[in-house]
């Protein structure tokens, strides 16, 4: 494996380790993917910070029941940032929909994490 290949490799592993602890309301392991300059922007417009994100799932206020993510993601990187471009289909707070999504992962000392959302619901 190229180190690109390693760096999108491990950016696939994250998405799918963040997608499942958003189901499971992990917050220790979204603590761990999330930067604390989050900018998390929902299908809404409503915009959460990392704090009221996690402290959302914990509370109950946002239950994700269900993220599948569809075939199609694409993993750009860019010296320490890499920027995700993909679809999934989603089951939040009883409502069913697909959306299309841009994240962007940032390489601080060594360890990649999350600092920006961006979802847009389909018709």
Known sequence: MTITQDVEAAIAGLEEERLAAMVAADVDTLDRILADDLS???TTAAI???ESLTSGLASGRLNYES????AERAIRTYNDSAVVRGGA?????GNHFS???TVVYVNSSGDWQM???HA???P
Do not use: G, Q
């Open 89 to 93: 289909h989603v089951h939040v707070n």
């Open 120 to 122: 847009t619901r389909l």
């Open 99 to 101: 959306l299309e999504y």
């Open 115 to 117: 600092t920006s959302w």
């Open 40 to 42: 998390y922007v929902h």
């Open 67 to 70: 993220i599948t993510p569809t």
């Open 48 to 50: 959460d910070t990392k």
